[in-house]
């Protein structure tokens, strides 16, 4: 008796290109002697080449019908973990931690077709467990992609553009059209590769207060910098001879300023 179709659940669009299903793969690199993370495996085509090639795959399915089948699917197949939960609720270091090959797998590998509606939330999950996880290859959609990857002084930098770059270097890797799903998304969708390199020290900031900072001087992003500042509490007379120090010129928009000099404005508002 033929099994009745899967039907998409939660708003999944399942990736069927093949040709895109192994490049995604590809991009994570040689992973022989790695353990992966797979959010989101659905119908298991990635979860597949990926069991084949990973030393330990864990794959982590929110969906309680697909996560039985994926189970299934991959019952005899060693080193693979299929985990029914939430990936927002998934601690990434314990994972790490429970290597059983002793710490000698290393830090995390993660790839994933991520929810188009809670994208930002998982990506900065990720950069929670940044110290667990080495580099992930992540499909979202395009627009997103173009505001994690954007440079400053474009319309597309922003909070998460800014937040991203501090914790990742950010590559895009290939666009794919609605055809590569099904169903079919409205949107294109883009992969990205985000090797974890945290750069708080090299800025000489502490990222929670950091972070905090720029949600201050990104809370209206087309206002001036010195506007959300003074919005935020800071004193006019501070906040222009922080600016001045740090080079920034007093009309600035949050969106214009790069890492380093936000950084330095950030350390010379402390001082002040």
Do not use: C, W
């Not at 039907?7 to 669009?13: A, D, E, F, V």
């Not at 994972?95 to 000698?104: E, M, S, V, W």
């Not at 922003?158 to 666009?175: D, F």
């Amino acid at each position: 008796m033929p099994q009745r179709p899967i039907r998409p659940k939660l708003g999944q669009n399942f990736l069927v290109s093949a040709t895109a299903q192994a490049a995604i793969v590809d991009a994570l690199g040689d992973l022989a002697h790695r353990a992966v993370v797979e959010i989101g495996p659905g119908r298991g085509a990635i979860t597949a080449l990926l069991a084949a090639r990973a030393a330990r795959l864990i794959a982590i399915e929110l969906d309680r019908e697909l996560a039985p089948r994926l189970r299934q699917q991959f019952a005899e197949q060693g080193g693979v973990e299929i985990r029914n939960e939430d990936v927002l609720e998934t601690n990434f270091a314990a994972l790490r931690n429970a290597d059983p090959a002793h710490g000698k797998l290393g830090k995390l590998l993660v790839v994933g077709n991520l929810p188009y509606y809670i994208t930002s939330d998982i990506l900065l999950r990720l950069f929670h467990f940044s110290g667990d996880i080495d580099r992930a290859v992540v499909m979202i959609q395009r627009e997103v992609a173009q505001r994690v990857a954007a440079e400053p002084g474009t319309s597309d930098y922003g909070l998460l553009s800014a937040t991203a770059q501090l914790y990742a270097r950010v590559e895009k890797l290939m666009t794919l059209p609605p055809g590569a799903f099904s169903p079919p998304p409205q949107v294109h969708s883009t992969v990205l590769r985000l090797t974890m390199a945290p750069r708080f020290a090299e800025l000489g900031v502490v990222p929670e207060p950091f972070i905090a900072f720029l949600r201050v001087v990104f809370a209206q992003k087309r206002k001036m910098l010195a506007k959300n500042l003074r919005n935020a509490g800071y004193d006019a007379a501070r906040i222009s001879s922080a600016l001045a120090a740090s080079s920034i010129p007093s009309q600035s928009r949050a969106e214009e300023i790069d890492l380093e000099r936000m950084a330095r404005l950030f350390r010379e508002l402390l001082r002040s």
